[in-house]
T-cell receptor, first 114, second 111 residues
Framework: DGGITQSPKYLFRKEGQNVTLSCEQN?????MYWYRQDPGQGLRLIYYSQIVNDFQKGDIAEGYSVSREKKESFPLTVTSAQKNPTAFYLC?????????????FGDGTRLSIL | SQQGEEDPQALSIQEGENATMNCSYKTSINNLQWYRQNSGRGLVHLIL?????REKHSGRLRVTLDTSKKSSSLLITASRAADTASYFCATSNFGNEKLTFGTGTRLTIIP
């Protein structure tokens, strides 16, 4: 079955540590997205990528970094510069062939501070 | 930035009743989408309505769009316990690959 896989499901970060969240899709989608969701809130866009080797900052990119070396993969690194990283992180992808294609989401990674 | 605001923030109804939630947005849009999120899970796309459409149906879902008022509503008819979830609207602007999400409505169906 096609879909998006995020790992790990739960992640703990120590002070001063960088952590990387994995997102893999086998939907052959060009566009991929990373969102942050805080309790009781909507989704805020961190980074997005429309094509391999290219990505753009979203609304809250500070303290995060991404890479897009392969079409299938869009890992997110939460750096030590992100002072409030505790949140639920969601990855999504979309078929860009038509403007009205919806986004498909993974099941998220919950990041907490130790 | 979050363009959409959902109303109400939380809604509890008896199983079998209809549930209506509303979304308001601020700028011109290309389309508006509704997503469902079960607790601790990712979002699932429910329905998309284009800016030139006024109403759309999908199973027990009915979505309306009023671009003059910059608002949309999602109606779930004959609710079921499995409909318990958070519902988000998201807007897509012209020439923009991004979606802007609202704050969500948390729906609880009481058996």
């Amino acid at each position: 079955d096609g879909g998006i896989t995020q790992s790990p499901k739960y992640l703990f970060r120590k002070e001063g540590q960088n952590v990387t969240l994995s997102c893999e899709q086998n939907l052959n989608h060009d566009a991929m997205y990373w969102y942050r969701q805080d309790p009781g809130q909507g989704l805020r866009l961190i980074y997005y990528s429309q094509i391999v080797n290219d990505f753009q900052k979203g609304d809250i990119a500070e303290g995060y970094s991404v890479s897009r070396e392969k079409k299938e993969s869009f890992p997110l690194t939460v750096t030590s510069a992100q002072k409030n990283p505790t949140a639920f992180y969601l990855c999504a992808s979309r078929n860009r062939e038509r403007i009205d294609q919806p986004q498909h989401f993974g099941d998220g990674t919950r990041l907490s501070i130790l | 930035s979050q363009q959409g605001e959902e109303d109400p923030q939380a809604l509890s109804i008896q199983e079998g009743e209809n549930a209506t939630m509303n979304c308001s947005y601020k700028t011109s849009i290309n389309n508006l989408q509704w997503y469902r999120q079960n607790s601790g899970r990712g979002l699932v796309h429910l329905i998309l309505i284009r800016s030139n459409e006024r109403e759309k149906h999908s199973g027990r879902l009915r979505v309306t769009l009023d671009t003059s008022k910059k608002s949309s509503s999602l109606l779930i008819t004959a609710s079921r316990a499995a409909d318990t979830a958070s519902y988000f609207c998201a807007t897509s602007n012209f020439g923009n690959e991004k979606l802007t999400f609202g704050t969500g409505t948390r729906l609880t169906i009481i058996p």
